[in-house]
């Protein structure tokens, strides 16, 4: 199976590129593409047969886990970061744990039926799915504070009330 690597090499990482993954890279079987733009990003991801996200760091979010879900393609990702939030392991991707794992689980993404992934992204990642979650949280606060500030104890705001 061919790997495409969409990325950008950041100019502190350069070196390590030019070191470490450059020979690697045969421009056959392993092809750099380099940076993906919007327009291109859907092909490229709905294309794939998988996104491969392999971070060693705690990512708070991983957005292109999300667009790659968009397209309805799996994700294997090391579990790092939001990973475990955002994959759910067998159902839109897999986490892994090591190379092995991953090298399996590329073995296992036609397993995986890709409007059940777009599906899930719909159910959890769309901006209006997100914009209910947040008018939800927006309605308990309010509730909260009203019923603190009408919350009273013998005359006493409950707020004000010394420790027991």
Not at 7 to 14: C, D, F, Q
Not at 47 to 73: K, R, S, Y
Not at 145 to 154: C, E, F, I, W, Y
Request: with cysteine.
């Amino acid at each position: 199976m061919q790997l495409r690597i969409a990325a950008k090499v950041p100019r502190a990482s350069r070196g390590y590129f030019k070191e470490q993954l450059e020979p690697l890279i045969d421009g056959d079987q392993i092809q750099l593409i380099g940076e993906v733009d919007d327009r291109s990003k859907q092909g490229f991801l709905g294309g794939a047969a998988a996104l491969l996200f392999p971070i060693d760091w705690p990512e708070p979010f991983g957005l292109v886990m999300i667009e790659a879900m968009a397209c309805g393609t799996p994700v294997i990702a090391f579990r790092a970061g939001s990973v475990p939030e955002v994959i759910e392991d067998g159902v839109n991707g897999f986490i892994v744990d090591s190379e092995e794992e991953a090298i399996h689980a590329v073995k296992r993404v036609q397993s995986l039926d890709r409007r059940k992934i777009r599906l899930t992204f719909e159910e959890k990642f769309t901006a209006r799915r997100m914009a209910q979650d947040y008018i939800q949280c927006y309605r308990q606060l309010v509730e909260r504070s009203t019923m603190r500030d009408h919350a009273r104890v013998d005359g006493f705001p409950i707020e004000t009330l010394p420790a027991s």
